[in-house]
């Protein structure tokens, strides 16, 4: 049995199915169960009548329910909203009122603040919070013949994140690329860590159930502990292996990791962050004969764009880890190229975005048309050798750390909101393109004992965990350029300085 994600329909029903298809922080599902889950949801759907368009929000950690209601979503052409559970609910209901959505299925087992008329709770109990809300007033959003699939929030540079719209027919040729390229079967079972709000979460978990494979969904909790996490990888075969390069670095010392302990690991798919080579040549020397690629792509673009199968011999002839070559049906275009060949990435192809929810300005500056072809201005800058695509960093102040990406206004925007702080500029410490650190310069309006932990204090509940900066630091004067803007490699000298 599978879910076909073109037709939106589960299809080979009486093939396998007692076979795993999800296993949950919670709960495991055979085919046959996930399937029977997702009439349920789907049935509740259709009796509220919500029409299609209508974005829906899915609130929850790694819960094998998560994949079902995102697929009772899709058959339906609801556009879901994934958002995780650890994240603050003021960043919830900052998306509740942008989207207009009234729908929350809320699958967290715990109660939860928010500004939605209807909740669905983790045994599909329908919540009214208002009795005389009308469904016809619901706003549907996106194309009848062509809808929103769903929306990923990501950091904005204004302090307020901005929506990636993707349409079901973007992501379908991501899948239709994987099923092409990727060498990947229907007896593979899937290693799944990624957020559900993190669009690499969205990498394989479509694919999977659309080849009826098996998906291993990894909570938090679970991935801190390295020698459970390994033993669980063990038990279920996990055969692929899907995460950021900094998701693996933290299991190298543990002896658990490596092909004898986990011989069912043949293939690692890494995605989110420049891939450092001593990962590459750890894998190798822990796992024989394993497959490992290096992918692509910001959300804008449909989770990955580009891929390339990495050994330590082609990063010998490199000199460093590259990003690979375009998708068959897409292609790279280089603009604003300096004397050194380095240019800003442009992706152009269907698998590119719509644009950002209610950000006409904002998508006009970075989508465009060439050649008659959606792209994407990425502000990601590379250049090529040996005809093949080299990372070179951005051209803006967002960056990417363990794979979150993350705008530094947005910290900034939230610090500068507290009494205390007269302005704060956050930079960004990097070794070999790899974002290692967040810092934060603060100007203060007044003395402040224990600045760190205070500031983190606060910030705690208005920005997720990982975009508080790790470290703190007063400043009475900022250093100014020759334009009388702040200099922020100055800022990075004086911390370092220290």
Request: aromatic letters at 10%.
């Amino acid at each position: 049995m599978r879910f076909d994600i073109f037709s939106k329909q589960f299809v080979d029903i009486e093939l396998e199915p007692n076979k795993l298809a999800v296993v949950g922080s919670d709960q495991e599902l055979t085919w046959m169960q996930f399937r029977e889950q997702f009439e349920i949801a789907r049935s509740i759907l259709v009796e509220q009548q919500i029409p299609a368009g209508h974005p829906v929000i899915i609130y929850g950690h790694k819960e094998a329910n998560f994949m079902v209601w995102e697929t009772a979503l899709t058959a339906l052409s609801l556009p879901f909203i994934p958002f995780d559970s650890q994240y603050p609910t003021t960043r919830l209901n900052q998306i509740i009122e942008e989207t207009e959505s009234h729908v929350i299925i809320n699958i967290s087992g715990k109660s939860i603040e928010h500004k939605a008329n209807f909740e669905i709770d983790n045994k599909f109990k329908i919540i009214i919070k208002n009795e005389e809300f009308d469904v016809n007033r619901l706003v549907s959003y996106g194309d009848v013949a062509d809808p929103l699939l769903y929306m990923i929030f990501t950091s904005g540079s204004t302090g307020k994140p901005k929506g990636v719209m993707v349409n079901h027919s973007n992501y379908c040729e991501l899948i239709k690329w994987m099923e092409s390229d990727y060498g990947f079967y229907k007896d593979d079972v899937f290693m799944n860590q990624a957020v559900f709000s993190f669009d690499l979460s969205l990498y394989d978990c479509f694919f999977a159930l659309h080849i009826g494979a098996t998906l291993l969904t990894i909570d938090k909790e679970l991935a801190k502990d390295s020698e459970q996490f390994l033993l669980h990888l063990k038990r279920y075969n996990c055969s692929v292996w899907t995460s950021t390069p900094s998701a693996a670095f933290i299991h190298f010392q543990n002896p658990l990791f490596s092909s004898n302990e986990i011989p069912s690991l043949r293939t690692f798919l890494f995605i989110g962050e420049a891939l450092p080579e001593r990962t590459v040549t750890t894998i190798e020397q822990k796992f024989k004969n394993c497959n490992i690629f290096n992918a692509y792509g910001p959300t804008e673009a449909s989770v990955a764009t580009t891929i390339c199968k990495i050994s330590s011999d082609e990063i010998a002839d490199l000199q460093e880890v590259p990003i690979g070559k375009s998708k068959p049906d897409g292609r790279i275009e280089l603009i604003n190229i300096d004397e050194n060949g380095v240019g800003e990435i442009v992706i152009v192809g269907n698998h590119v975005a719509m644009g950002y929810f209610k950000n006409e300005e904002l998508t006009g500056a970075k989508f465009i048309e060439i050649d008659g072809e959606r792209a994407f201005k990425t502000g990601d800058l590379a250049c090529y050798k040996n005809n093949t695509l080299l990372f070179r960093g951005r051209n803006d102040d967002q960056i990417k750390l363990r794979g979150y990406r993350i705008e530094l206004g947005e910290i900034s925007s939230k610090l500068n909101t507290l009494s205390y702080i007269k302005h704060s500029e956050t930079i960004a410490l990097s070794r070999k393109n790899v974002v290692k650190k967040i810092v934060a310069f603060v100007e203060l309006n007044e003395s402040v004992e224990n600045i760190r932990v205070k500031i983190a204090d606060d910030l705690d509940g208005k920005l997720p965990d990982y975009m508080i900066p790790s470290d703190f630091r007063s400043i009475e004067e900022w250093p100014l350029n020759a334009n009388l803007k702040i200099e922020r490699k100055e800022l990075q000298r004086l911390y370092l300085k220290r």
